[in-house]
T-cell receptor, first 111, second 112 residues
Framework: QKEVEQNSGPLSVPEGAIASLNCTYSDRVSQSFFWYRQYSGKSPELIMSIYSNGDKEDGRFTAQLNKASQYVSLLIRDSQPSDSATYLCAVIDPGTYKYIFGTGTRLKVLA | DGGITQSPKYLFRKEGQNVTLSCEQNLNHDAMYWYRQDPGQGLRLIYYSQIVNDFQKGDIAEGYSVSREKKESFPLTVTSAQKNPTAFYLC???????????FGPGTRLTVL
């Protein structure tokens, strides 16, 4: 059973701090990784995709991928109360092209 | 505007009824997906389709059916065989190139 694991949280950080969200995955051959943000009662919104080892930055968001450790993370700099949401990690199963989602980490940014 | 639309936004069903949830995309994506999300839970895959006239069962297909007659459309029918259909239903589509998957706004189904 291919899995994606995330700490469910809640992760609480003060406004202006860096929030660090982590995800591990079980399938070594996975090549495509995604972070989604989901506000309560809304659908998931894609915020980052990453395919190569290393860091990828987009505004206040940085995704980090380490394929050897089967680990992908999301850093949110200068966290704002509007960043309070559940963050879902997803990987593509290259054998079936199904997306494997983690259960999400709930982030609370305290004003 | 390019995107994925789902209708209706809210749907109420009586026990024993079949209902069909609509999903349409104008992103020219080949692949489309249906997920179910229960309160406080993660996403569970119901069905997916990588090409017109072909689809595969996901992890929780029992009690559901789909069709993919057009590239733009992937309707989901929740049948009376689905024992606990009350949930938030999400449709998504993805591009073959980057594999990025995008979601529609969802349909919230309640069984009365």
């Amino acid at each position: 059973q291919k899995e994606v694991e995330q700490n469910s949280g809640p992760l609480s950080v003060p406004e202006g701090a860096i929030a660090s969200l982590n995800c591990t995955y079980s399938d070594r051959v996975s090549q495509s990784f995604f972070w989604y943000r989901q506000y309560s009662g809304k659908s998931p919104e894609l915020i980052m995709s990453i395919y190569s080892n290393g860091d990828k930055e987009d505004g206040r968001f940085t995704a980090q991928l380490n394929k050897a450790s089967q680990y992908v993370s999301l850093l949110i700099r200068d966290s704002q109360p509007s960043d309070s949401a559940t963050y879902l990690c997803a990987v593509i199963d290259p054998g079936t092209y199904k997306y494997i989602f983690g259960t999400g980490t709930r982030l609370k940014v305290l004003a | 505007d390019g995107g994925i639309t789902q209708s209706p936004k809210y749907l109420f069903r009586k026990e024993g009824q079949n209902v069909t949830l609509s999903c349409e995309q104008n992103l020219n994506h080949d692949a489309m997906y249906w997920y179910r999300q229960d309160p406080g839970q993660g996403l569970r895959l119901i069905y997916y389709s990588q090409i017109v006239n072909d689809f595969q069962k996901g992890d929780i297909a029992e009690g559901y059916s789909v069709s993919r007659e057009k590239k733009e459309s992937f309707p989901l029918t929740v049948t009376s065989a689905q024992k606990n259909p009350t949930a938030f239903y999400l449709c998504a589509s993805s591009t073959q190139g980057t594999g990025e998957q995008f979601f529609g706004p969802g349909t919230r189904l309640t069984v009365l």
